[in-house]
T-cell receptor, first 116, second 111 residues
Framework: GAVVSQHPSRVICKSGTSVKIECRSLDFQATTMFWYRQFPKQSLMLMATSNEGSKATYEQGVEKDKFLINHASLTLSTLTVTSAHPEDSSFYIC????????????FGPGTRLLVL | QQQVKQSPQSLIVQKGGIPIINCAYENTAFDYFPWYQQFPGKGPALLIAIRPDVSEKKEGRFTISFNKSAKQFSLHIMDSQPGDSATYFCAASNSGYALNFGKGTSLLVTP
């Protein structure tokens, strides 16, 4: 399968600071990518969908000004959690859709965010 | 609103057993049904996927059974091993839109 990387794998920050998470597809180009959030022992919840060169579409209840998504290229997307608070602590996972294999989505290894 | 309902929530089988995980959906527009495996602290990994035009698909020890009329699909793991212990998620999507995940099944395969 395709390879997707995320950086950092783990981050601890103080409340009120901003954190940027990078997601890269290493061996294919993707026009569409997704950001998910997963709380302990729960399922993945879609936060937003973005197409390269366009603004992201956010799911209901996800604050677009708090979770800034930049789909900079066909292989790179970033999620910035602005003014993070303890309730933002979660596991953030990106995925890319491989346009050559229809709906197949490949997920990154995830980023564990802990806000103190 | 959970668009894909998954059961059971947890499952324990002995090595060599055949755990079965079931999922049901309501949206008849769904046309892609993947299963993902996730280990603690890792992202989900695609195991196997099926489309509504087939009733069964097998890849290695993993088999998906699909019942279009009942709007149900299931994952069977043949000859399960302790290394298969993980959380399994079913999902569904409509023509490449975002995946709708089930709540997950925590599988433990005992030696």
């Amino acid at each position: 399968g395709a390879v997707v990387s995320q950086h950092p794998s783990r981050v601890i920050c103080k409340s009120g600071t901003s954190v940027k998470i990078e997601c890269r597809s290493l061996d294919f180009q993707a026009t569409t990518m997704f950001w998910y959030r997963q709380f302990p022992k729960q399922s993945l919840m879609l936060m937003a969908t973005s197409n390269e060169g366009s603004k992201a579409t956010y799911e209901q209840g996800v604050e677009k000004d708090k979770f800034l998504i930049n789909h900079a290229s066909l292989t790179l997307s970033t999620l910035t959690v602005t003014s993070a608070h303890p309730e933002d602590s979660s596991f953030y996972i990106c995925s890319f859709k491989d346009g050559t294999v229809q709906e197949t989505q490949y997920f990154g290894p995830g980023t564990r965010l802990l806000v103190l | 609103q959970q668009q894909v309902k998954q059961s059971p929530q947890s499952l324990i089988v002995q090595k060599g057993g055949i755990p079965i995980i079931n999922c049901a959906y309501e949206n008849t527009a769904f046309d892609y049904f993947p299963w993902y495996q996730q280990f603690p602290g890792k992202g989900p990994a695609l195991l196997i996927a099926i489309r509504p035009d087939v009733s069964e698909k097998k890849e290695g020890r993993f088999t998906i059974s699909f019942n279009k009329s009942a709007k149900q699909f299931s994952l069977h793991i043949m000859d399960s091993q302790p290394g298969d212990s993980a959380t399994y998620f079913c999902a569904a999507s409509n023509s490449g839109y975002a995946l709708n995940f089930g709540k997950g099944t925590s599988l433990l395969v005992t030696p």
